[in-house]
Structure formats: structure tokens, C-alpha cells
């Protein structure tokens, strides 16, 4: 199964809408095909590896597989009718399908046709697989991370608003990195008009896919020359149209707010129809706050250099807190790397 995990891994961030699925068929002990989801229309993983096979090889043999296969027909065909004519002995699945349209189905066609069906097998590793799209099946929502490189004292940037490098080259990298496997990237209007980021992927040895560009501006108050343009701005309700963004290229999308500071459950939701999976949450400060304190941060990633700036300097998240420790946001299965001099923590929100 850790094969087929590490199979499914390479076709990170080319599959989207589908999950990464990866699968090794193996018979008398030994593996005879290997096979993944190369991208989104392609065939499904069962069906890459059964395909390396002359037919009549699979017969009997054992197939593991990330994700139970599917019994529904999309761009390709149902993965379980491929491996009950190929006449696989046993099924051994990652996790079961949390889609509603397969919801145990695929497993359940399997034993009918008289196939041993093993689930549940390093679940966990198979389920981070695909955070994103299970979190997206599950809630209608992209999976928020909240992204930053901060100073050992949790600054954003230094007292003038300056944060060019605050982390190191080994950091930007992985950051552009977490960039080409997002379906979206979103700042607030501030960070516009301050960095005037392009918000682009850049890597050194490979085409990078941008994300969807997300600029949460409330009262449509960034300006038209905007170099992360053109962009899915998001807007209040009460925003004075502007003409000149769209001309820009932006796209404006109006959701509910109240005094220029947007619905972020209503935001969600519509990224989430327009099928992003991911969200990643570049800032700043008064943005992050606003995802934690409304309990819509999923996960937390800060790239940590080893820097001070003080009191001055521009505060991760820049919004009002809990009054007593014992309130404090808190987050679980964290995660720690090293990068250059820097630190890469990452975790999960815990939900109260």
C-alpha cells in the first residue's frame, strides 16, 4: 500500500477534480503492474496498471489500491467492472470512497462478484493523500491553509512594512512548492497595496501551475494596476462597482458583509461550487485573523526564520484574541522541517 501512496504522490496537483489514486497488483508474491491517476480524464489508477498486463495476467492476482474503486461512470469507466473482468482475486483499499456517489458502492459490486475485500489499510496515510478533495466531498468547502514566513517573534513584516526575504531561498522554494499544488491563492486588499505580489508560481525546474488568484477586497479599494490582476476579487455587497478592475482582467465577485469586511463562509461556499479545492491563505495579518477567529482555518503553515524585528513589525495574525491562554487557538498533529536556517511548522486547527 505505501507503494501505491508514493504511485498516487506524482500526480499531485494534476488531478483536480478527481482525487490521487495509485495501485499495485501483485500475484504469487510478486508485483506484476504498477499504476496512477495521471491527471484529471485519464484512465483511474485501477485501470493504468491493468492495462501493463496481457491479458488473462491478473487472474487471481491482488490488487492494492489508495481509494476504493469506482462504480460510477464519469470521463472513464467504472474501475470495479475493469477488475471483476480481469478476474482479481482480492481488493485491498486504502480507504473507502467518502464521495455520495460511490458511498461503499464500489466495494459492495466487488463482493458480489465474489471478490475478497480488505479497507482500511494505513488509512491515514491514504486519507492526507487527498486532504483537500476529501475535506471539499465532505463539506462543499476547499481546505483553508493559512501560509507565512514569520520572525521568531511572529512578525509578517519589519515596522515600515518591509518583508523582503524575512524567510531564506530553501523556504520561497517550498512555498512556491505548496503554490503549484493549490487550486487557489488569496490575499487581502492591504497586501496588495503594499507587496503588489503576482501571486505566481515559480520553479526552478519545472512549469509551475498558478493557482486561482482570490483578493479579498471588501470595499473594492485595490487598485486596477495591480500586478496579481487579473484575479477573482472578492466584494461586499455594498461595494461601489468598479469598471476599471474589470477592465483589469478582474472577475468580482459580490458575496454578503457587513462595513466592508466580507462573509468568508459565504466566500467558501462559492469557491467551493466553482470546484477549488484548496485555498491557501497567504494574508496578511488582518486577514489570517479573520479565518481563525471565525473557526474557518483548516490547517497552519509558517516557514520560521530565525529574525527579530520587535514590536513594531507587522503581527501574524492582527485581529483580537482570546482574553486567557486557555482560549488560545490551538493546533494538533504538528509537524516540524528544517529549511536552510529556517523552520517549517505545520498543523491542524483544533476544532472546539
Same mark, same amino acid.
Given at each position: 500500500?505505501?507503494?501505491?501512496?508514493?504511485?498516487?504522490?506524482?500526480?499531485?496537483?494534476?488531478?483536480?477534480?478527481?482525487?490521487?489514486?495509485?495501485? *499495485?497488483?501483485?500475484?504469487?508474491?510478486?508485483?506484476?503492474?504498477?499504476?496512477?491517476?495521471?491527471?484529471?480524464?485519464?484512465?483511474?489508477?485501477?485501470?493504468?496498471a491493468l492495462k501493463k498486463?496481457?491479458?488473462?495476467?491478473?487472474?487471481?492476482?491482488?490488487?492494492?489500491?489508495?481509494?476504493? /474503486?469506482?462504480?460510477?461512470?464519469?470521463?472513464?469507466?467504472?474501475?470495479?467492472?475493469?477488475?471483476?473482468?480481469?478476474? *482479481?482475486?482480492?481488493?485491498?483499499?486504502?480507504?473507502?470512497?467518502?464521495?455520495?456517489?460511490?458511498?461503499?458502492?464500489?466495494?459492495?459490486?466487488?463482493?458480489?462478484?465474489?471478490?475478497?475485500?480488505?479497507?482500511?489499510?494505513?488509512?491515514?496515510?491514504?486519507?492526507?493523500?487527498?486532504?483537500?478533495?476529501?475535506?471539499?466531498?465532505? =463539506?462543499?468547502? /476547499?481546505?483553508?491553509?493559512?501560509?507565512?514566513?514569520?520572525?521568531?517573534?511572529?512578525?509578517?513584516?519589519?515596522?515600515?512594512?518591509?518583508?523582503?526575504?524575512?524567510?531564506?531561498?530553501?523556504?520561497?522554494?517550498?512555498?512556491?512548492?505548496?503554490?503549484?499544488?493549490?487550486?487557489?491563492?488569496?490575499?487581502?486588499?492591504?497586501?496588495?497595496?503594499?507587496?503588489?505580489?503576482?501571486?505566481? =508560481?515559480?520553479?526552478?525546474?519545472?512549469?509551475?501551475?498558478?493557482?486561482?488568484?482570490?483578493?479579498?477586497?471588501?470595499?473594492?479599494?485595490?487598485?486596477?494596476?495591480?500586478?496579481?490582476?487579473?484575479?477573482?476579487?472578492?466584494? =461586499?455587497?455594498?461595494?461601489?462597482?468598479?469598471?476599471?478592475?474589470?477592465?483589469?482582467?478582474?472577475?468580482?465577485?459580490? #458575496? /454578503?458583509?457587513?462595513?466592508?469586511?466580507?462573509?468568508?463562509?459565504?466566500?467558501?461556499?462559492?469557491?467551493?461550487?466553482?470546484?477549488v479545492q484548496s485555498l491557501?491563505?497567504?494574508?496578511?495579518?488582518? #486577514?489570517?485573523?479573520?479565518?481563525?477567529?471565525?473557526?474557518?482555518?483548516?490547517?497552519?503553515?509558517?516557514?520560521?526564520?530565525?529574525?527579530l524585528v520587535g514590536a513594531?513589525?507587522?503581527?501574524?495574525?492582527?485581529?483580537?484574541?482570546?482574553?486567557?491562554?486557555?482560549?488560545?487557538?490551538?493546533?494538533?498533529?504538528?509537524? =516540524?522541517?528544517?529549511?536552510?536556517?529556517?523552520?517549517?511548522?505545520?498543523?491542524?486547527?483544533?476544532?472546539?
Amino acid at each position: 500500500m505505501r507503494q501505491a501512496i508514493g504511485l498516487g504522490a506524482q500526480a499531485r496537483g494534476r488531478t483536480r477534480p478527481n482525487p490521487m489514486v495509485g495501485c *499495485v497488483i501483485v500475484r504469487a508474491g510478486k508485483v506484476i503492474a504498477r499504476g496512477y491517476h495521471h491527471q484529471a480524464g485519464m484512465a483511474h489508477a485501477e485501470v493504468d496498471a491493468l492495462k501493463k498486463l496481457d491479458e488473462g495476467k491478473a487472474k487471481g492476482a491482488t490488487v492494492y489500491v489508495t481509494l476504493e /474503486p469506482c462504480n460510477h461512470v464519469g470521463r472513464t469507466g467504472k474501475c470495479t467492472d475493469a477488475l471483476i473482468a480481469a478476474g *482479481v482475486k482480492k481488493v485491498v483499499c486504502g480507504m473507502s470512497d467518502p464521495n455520495p456517489r460511490v458511498a461503499g458502492g464500489g466495494l459492495k459490486k466487488l463482493k458480489k462478484a465474489g471478490i475478497e475485500v480488505e479497507s482500511g489499510v494505513l488509512e491515514d496515510e491514504c486519507r492526507s493523500l487527498n486532504e483537500a478533495w476529501v475535506h471539499w466531498v465532505t =463539506t462543499g468547502r /476547499p481546505l483553508v491553509t493559512l501560509k507565512a514566513a514569520v520572525t521568531l517573534d511572529g512578525r509578517l513584516a519589519a515596522r515600515g512594512g518591509d518583508s523582503h526575504w524575512v524567510s531564506g531561498e530553501e523556504s520561497r522554494a517550498e512555498a512556491h512548492q505548496m503554490r503549484h499544488m493549490s487550486d487557489a491563492i488569496l490575499v487581502g486588499a492591504g497586501t496588495i497595496r503594499m507587496d503588489d505580489p503576482q501571486l505566481t =508560481t515559480r520553479i526552478a525546474y519545472k512549469q509551475g501551475r498558478d493557482p486561482l488568484r482570490v483578493i479579498l477586497d471588501g470595499k473594492l479599494s485595490m487598485p486596477a494596476r495591480a500586478r496579481a490582476l487579473p484575479a477573482l476579487v472578492v466584494a =461586499t455587497r455594498e461595494a461601489k462597482e468598479r469598471d476599471d478592475l474589470r477592465a483589469a482582467g478582474a472577475e468580482i465577485l459580490y #458575496v /454578503p458583509g457587513l462595513r466592508g469586511k466580507v462573509e468568508l463562509d459565504a466566500m467558501l461556499d462559492e469557491l467551493g461550487k466553482r470546484g477549488v479545492q484548496s485555498l491557501l491563505v497567504e494574508g496578511g495579518g488582518q #486577514v489570517h485573523g479573520q479565518f481563525v477567529a471565525a473557526g474557518l482555518a483548516d490547517k497552519v503553515v509558517l516557514f520560521v526564520a530565525p529574525k527579530l524585528v520587535g514590536a513594531g513589525g507587522v503581527p501574524l495574525i492582527a485581529t483580537d484574541g482570546p482574553d486567557r491562554m486557555a482560549e488560545a487557538w490551538r493546533l494538533e498533529r504538528i509537524s =516540524t522541517k528544517r529549511l536552510g536556517d529556517d523552520i517549517l511548522v505545520s498543523g491542524y486547527v483544533a476544532k472546539k
